[in-house]
C-alpha cells in the first residue's frame, strides 16, 4: 500500500524497512541516516575478568545465516534508499568493522558516489576484556549521494564554527551513548543494545541538512535521529520493525522541546551566497570613484576606479589582483584585505558586500 508523505511526516512506521520505503513517494526525503544490523557474530557471551557477563549485542535482528544473506540484505534496503532519496539528497551509514566494508562494496556497485568516510572515535569505548586484540575505539560512517554530479547539502561554515573556528576533520571525538540519555525500561535494563548517543545525530544533522528537510531512518531503534530532528526543526520519517523499539522511540521524541525557529538556522556556507562583484559597491555609491583604501596597519594604499578597479602607485586591476600586488603575493582576497575609513575608523569592505547580499538574498 502507498503511503502519503502527510501521514509519514514526523512518525514511526511500523514495518519492514524496505516494503515501507517502496510504498513512499520517489525523492521524498533529503537526507537518509541508517544504522543497520552489524552482523557481528558472536560466538559465545562474552564476560569481564571478574566473570560477570557483558551487555553485548545479542538480539535476532542482528544475526544472519551467512556473508551472502547479509549481503543481499544490504543491496536491498540501499535500493530502497536510492527510491525515497532525493536527487539532491544524501545517505550517511553508520558500521563496525564486521560490516562497513561490505556495506561500503554495497554502495559503490549501486552507484552511490562515496563523498567522506568519517571516523567516530569514541571517548569511553568498552575494553577488550581477554587482551586478544586491540580495544575497539571507533566505528566508521560513509557519506555518500545518489550519483557523482549532483548537487548536496554541506554546511562547511557551519561544521567550522562548530568546531571553534577549525575546518572541520574526518575524525570525530565523541562519547557512547551513557547515564541519563540511554534509555531504560522499567527493569532498568537498555530499551535498545545500540543507541546512538544524541551528539553524533547533531552533527550529521548539522552538516548535511537545513531546517524543514526531511530526514528518513529506515532502522528507527530508541528513534535518535527523531529526536534529534524535532529538536533542530527537521522533520522525520522513522521505520522501525519492532514494536517495543518503536513505542519507546515515540515517547522519547514526543518529550523533546523543539529549539526556537530563530536558533535552528546554521551557518551559511559562503559558497552558497550570491556572488557580489566589486563594481556594484562603486555604482550603488557606497564607494564612490576616488574612495582611498588602505591594506591592514595602513601600509598599502589604493583608489577606487569607476570601473570597479583600483589603482595604486604602480598598477591596476581588481581588488584581489591589486591586494595580491601590493603585498607581492600570488593571490590575496581583496574584500577581507581592502578597508575603507569612516568616522575615523576603518572598515573592511566585505560590510558592504554583505549589506548588497542582504538586499538581494
Not at 116 to 141: C, Q, S, Y
Not at 173 to 190: F, V
Request: glycine fraction near 8%; proline fraction near 5%; charged fraction near 25%.
Amino acid at each position: 500500500m502507498a503511503l502519503n508523505i502527510s501521514t509519514a511526516l514526523d512518525r514511526v512506521i511500523e514495518g519492514d524497512c524496505v516494503e515501507q520505503m517502496r510504498a513512499l513517494p520517489a525523492g521524498c526525503a533529503d537526507l537518509v541516516f541508517a544504522d543497520p544490523p552489524y552482523n557481528l557474530q558472536l560466538k559465545s557471551e562474552l564476560r569481564r575478568p571478574d566473570d560477570s557477563k557483558v551487555d553485548a549485542v545479542n538480539d535476532n535482528w542482528d544475526k544472519f545465516d551467512s556473508f551472502a544473506e547479509y549481503d543481499k540484505f544490504t543491496r536491498s534496503w540501499l535500493g530502497a534508499v536510492k527510491h525515497v532519496l532525493k536527487d539532491t539528497g544524501a545517505l550517511w551509514v553508520i558500521g563496525s568493522y564486521h560490516n562497513i566494508f561490505r556495506v561500503g562494496t554495497a554502495l559503490q556497485d549501486l552507484g552511490f558516489w562515496v563523498l567522506n568516510d568519517v571516523i567516530w572515535r569514541k571517548a569511553n569505548p568498552m575494553p577488550n576484556f581477554k587482551g586478544t586484540r586491540f580495544t575497539n575505539a571507533h566505528e566508521t560512517l560513509i557519506w555518500a549521494t545518489k550519483n557523482p554530479d549532483q548537487k548536496y547539502t554541506f554546511n562547511y561554515e557551519a561544521m567550522k564554527a562548530l568546531n571553534d573556528d577549525l575546518q572541520m576533520r574526518s575524525d570525530w571525538n565523541l562519547p557512547i551513548c551513557s547515564g541519563g540519555e540511554r534509555l531504560k525500561n522499567s527493569d532498568g535494563e537498555k530499551v535498545h543494545s545500540t543507541q546512538k548517543p544524541e551528539s553524533l545525530l547533531h552533527r550529521v544533522v548539522v552538516a548535511s541538512t537545513k531546517p524543514g528537510d526531511i530526514i528518513l531512518d529506515p532502522f528507527f531503534g530508541s528513534g535518535t535521529t527523531g529526536a534529534v530532528a524535532r529538536r533542530l526543526g527537521r522533520h522525520f520519517i522513522g521505520i522501525e520493525r519492532d514494536k517495543t523499539y518503536a513505542s519507546a522511540a515515540r515517547q522519547r521524541i514526543a518529550s523533546i522541546d523543539p529549539a526556537p525557529a530563530d536558533c535552528i538556522e546554521v551557518t551559511k556556507s559562503k559558497r552558497s551566497e550570491p556572488r557580489i562583484p566589486f563594481g556594484w559597491v562603486v555604482e550603488r555609491g557606497l564607494l564612490p570613484p576616488g574612495t582611498v583604501l588602505q591594506g591592514h596597519q595602513k601600509r598599502h594604499k589604493a583608489k577606487v576606479r569607476a570601473d570597479g578597479t583600483l589603482v595604486c602607485s604602480d598598477a591596476t586591476g581588481s581588488i584581489h589582483q591589486i591586494g595580491a600586488h601590493v603585498q607581492g603575493l600570488d593571490a590575496c582576497n581583496g574584500w577581507t584585505f581592502w578597508q575603507y575609513e569612516q568616522n575615523g575608523k576603518l572598515i573592511p569592505i566585505d560590510v558592504l558586500r554583505q549589506q548588497l547580499r542582504a538586499t538581494i538574498s
